[in-house]
């Protein structure tokens, strides 16, 4: 009799344990659920570009007022600019000014992937861009006021000159020469297209009078025969879009002062647009092909007008020559430069540099 008590006692306890395991005599073990899967982090959501705004202004001890049109250049990611002791070099990323060439009173300098060129009162001076020091010194007569290099076609253009990038001998002479009175011309600007291989030259239209003021002259860059004259009247600034073939040009009239900017295909030099602009001097022009961005610097000062536009720089569509922003500029922001996704703008008033972002 004790012995079928404790096997029924046995029988109770069996019964409970698998009662608290929920599990039940013949029945199949449920599969457990496995845990949820980590959900990977999304990436963060990147913010919405607010189109072209100043971000920053900074002192690089510029050569302040005129000639200098040409005070910037580029190489890579780093900026050179024409400062009062010297050239200066500037670090995007670190907004930071350290001069390279103390000494070195340049009125313009360009840049190829391995040259620095200034222009000098005696002549040019060639510097090699990796150690930043002086490597010849070549005499010019002329005095150049600007320079440009085409690198694909070893050309360097100083004034007039024409020089042999290899060697630095002069191997030719650009001739602009005033439709009208025939006179010969000294470049004050010059840019080089490695697409055509022509040279671009703003200089003195050669009309005294009321009539007088800047033109353009298109010249072919080995025989420096002139091909056309192209700008409104007194075009006071110019840029090349060779990866869209367009030169930009903008001009305000000395008496009426009417601003117009003009744009022509730089193949055949058919104009494609001209806009009327509501500023009364313009000094700058720059266009960026990757936002499809033209910028144009204000004057300030005396040249300002009423305009009140003075020190501002103005943003256009390339596309509709709708104005995209007004930007408050420096102290009579002059030459412009892109370097990446962002332009920089010299104030002349002040020697500065102001720090653009640029985005479509």
């Known amino acids: ?37 980590p959900t990977a982090a999304l990436p963060p959501t990147p913010t919405p570009c607010a189109g072209p705004a100043v971000v920053g202004q900074m002192r ?7 000639p200098r049109r040409q005070a910037l250049a580029v190489l890579g990611n780093r900026l050179y600019v024409v400062s009062a002791a010297g050239i200066a070099a ?10 390279v ?25 060639v510097l090699d861009a990796a150690t930043q020091r002086a490597i010849a010194t ?3 007569s002329d005095r150049p006021l600007t320079v440009a290099v085409n690198p694909g076609r070893g050309r360097v253009y100083a004034g007039t000159a024409i020089l042999d990038a290899a060697t630095n001998q002069v191997v030719g002479r650009l001739q602009p ?42 010249l072919d860059g080995e025989s420096g025969a002139q091909i056309a004259t192209v700008g409104a009247h007194s075009t006071t600034a110019f840029a090349l879009d060779d990866a869209h073939q367009r030169l930009y ?34 000094e700058g022009l720059a266009v960026n092909p990757a936002t499809g961005h ?39 922001p002059g030459p412009l430069a892109i370097v990446g996704d962002r332009l920089y703008a010299l104030n002349r008033g002040d020697g500065s540099l102001s720090v653009i972002q640029d985005c479509q």
């Open 1 to 37: 009799m004790n012995t079928k008590r404790q096997l029924f006692l046995l029988v109770v306890v069996l019964v409970t344990i698998l009662a608290a395991c929920q599990i039940v005599p013949g029945a199949r073990r449920p599969t457990p659920t496995p845990p949820p899967a």
């Open 101 to 125: 060439a103390s000494g070195v009173s340049a009125q313009a300098i360009a840049a190829s992937p391995d040259r620095l060129y200034a222009a000098t009162a005696e002549g040019l001076t």
């Open 138 to 140: 070549i005499p010019l």
């Open 249 to 282: 040009a903008v001009a305000t009239h000395p008496v009426s002062q009417r601003s117009v900017l003009k744009v022509y295909a730089s193949d055949d030099l058919r104009e494609l647009a001209s806009v009327d602009l509501k500023g009364t001097r313009y």
């Open 177 to 218: 020469q005033a439709t009208a009175s025939k006179a010969a011309i000294t470049p004050l600007l010059l840019q080089a297209s490695p697409a055509s291989g022509r040279v671009y030259a703003l200089g003195w239209n050669g009309i005294s009078g009321s009539n007088s003021g800047q033109t353009i002259y298109v």
């Open 90 to 99: 500037v670090e995007p990323d670190r907004l930071v000014a350290a001069s």
């Open 60 to 66: 690089v001890a510029a050569a302040t007022g005129e």
């Open 294 to 332: 033209v910028f144009l610097a204000h004057a300030g000062g005396a040249s300002a007008g009423t305009s009140g536009l003075a020190n501002t720089l103005t943003v256009l569509d390339a596309s509709t020559y709708t104005v995209v922003a007004t930007l408050t500029g420096g102290d009579d």
